[in-house]
């Protein structure tokens, strides 16, 4: 897998789950923040800068917007950066947005020593079968519609595949564990985590560890269809599969 991925499950109250990954950067310690602009996207960019100056050790935190409907293009957005925040929003407009990349970023990244970080949407597409959103299975409802990112039905699509389970994010606060659930239970998706917010999951070669204030709810698929669910608090982890 090379270099640690550090998914974040959202929320804005623990600085300090942003403080993994900034201990893993070298150079100048420039952080680009990659932001799906929506019309406000330098003002979205000072939440994530500011929560980021908050954490330890300092950063330089650097906008890489991308207008809605655009596409990343990372080879000139990278150059001179040091690590990479893929931001929150519209996760399936994340996915659109990183999907003519999706082949080279997780290279491109090995290949110069960026660690990458995900916050909520950005946690959500690092998988290699992205849960992008949706509320409903076939017509009946597994999680709050609100929840649904602009889709109905649950939606897996291709991601960055830089880790090899589904992730699914603001899991306490937003009911979305039955989401994952179902995805794993119909075989979309391998097995998968739900992660609470201001809660991080740094996955490396061969494990996961949780820290922050919440809880890493991972899913793994079953016998005859069922899925076994497993909690995982701080200081807590398990192996990769």
């Known amino acids: 897998m090379g270099s640690s991925v550090f998914l974040i499950g959202g929320g804005w109250d623990r600085a300090e789950v942003y403080e993994p990954f900034l201990r893993e950067l070298r150079g100048e310690r420039r952080v680009g923040c990659l932001v799906l602009d929506e019309g406000d996207g330098a003002a979205q960019f000072e939440r994530y800068a500011t929560a980021l100056r908050k954490a330890g050790p300092a950063c330089d935190p650097v906008p890489l917007l991308v207008p809605l409907g655009g596409r990343f293009e990372p080879e000139a957005a990278l150059e001179g950066i040091d690590g990479l ?24 990244l090995a290949a110069r020593g960026v660690p990458y970080a995900g916050f909520s949407a950005g946690a959500a597409v690092a998988a290699r079968r992205a849960v992008v959103g949706g509320w409903l299975v076939d017509g009946v409802p597994v999680c709050p519609d609100e929840t649904g990112e602009d889709l109905d039905e649950v939606e897996v699509r291709a991601g960055l595949g830089l880790v090899p389970f589904a992730v699914d994010v603001h899991a306490a606060q937003w009911g979305t564990l039955p989401r994952l659930v179902s995805a794993v239970a119909r075989g979309e998706v391998p097995y998968g985590v739900a992660v609470d917010e201001n809660t991080l999951l740094t996955v490396g ?37």
Not at 92 to 108: I, K
Not at 206 to 228: E, F, K, M, T, Y
């Open 85 to 108: 925040l893929v931001c929150g929003g519209l996760t399936p407009a994340y996915q659109e947005a990183l999907a003519g990349c999706r082949e080279r970023l997780p290279g491109l």
């Open 205 to 241: 070669d061969g494990g996961a560890r949780v820290s922050g204030a919440g809880r890493v709810h991972l899913v793994r698929p079953a016998a005859d269809g069922d899925v076994l669910v497993r909690a995982y608090g701080a200081g807590e982890g398990f192996e990769l599969r």
